[in-house]
């Protein structure tokens, strides 16, 4: 069984930045996605086992990084220039994997955490 943890979201004016952490993926494949109100979940952004492999979604390229410190058993997400319509409750996800593949859909994940809310004031 994986426990995911998520922690690091807060409130920040548009253009700033936060770093979302992930407490417990281990030897997982890890994603993150959002869900906003009244709104589907959405992927934000995949990482592979060792990390060589990452994918983000069209809303967030250029703005966010995922990465992942296996040794410290942690995934992060380090989100700038960030918008009003990146509010949202952001998850991580983890699922078993093979070396080298990501995954960018939901319903691909085992492992979820309670999520941590991110809101962007204008």
């Known amino acids: 069984q994986v426990q995911l943890v998520e922690s690091g979201g807060g409130t920040v004016q548009t253009g700033g930045s936060l770093q979302l952490t992930c407490n417990g993926p281990?030897?997982?494949?890890l994603g993150w996605f959002r869900q906003a109100p009244g709104k589907e979940r959405e992927f934000v952004a995949a990482?592979?086992?060792?990390?060589?492999?990452?994918y983000y979604g069209d809303a967030v390229k250029g703005r966010f990084t995922i990465s992942r410190d296996n040794a410290k058993n942690t995934g992060s997400l380090q989100m700038n220039n960030l918008k009003p319509e990146d509010t949202a409750v952001y998850y991580c996800?983890?699922?078993?994997?093979?070396?080298?593949?990501?995954?960018?859909?939901?319903?691909?994940?085992?492992?979820w955490g309670q999520g941590t809310q991110v809101t962007v004031a204008t």
């Open positions: 281990g030897r997982y494949a």
């Open positions: 990482i592979s086992l060792a990390g060589t492999i990452k």
């Open positions: 996800a983890a699922r078993r994997a093979v070396t080298g593949v990501a995954y960018t859909r939901d319903y691909e994940y085992t492992f």
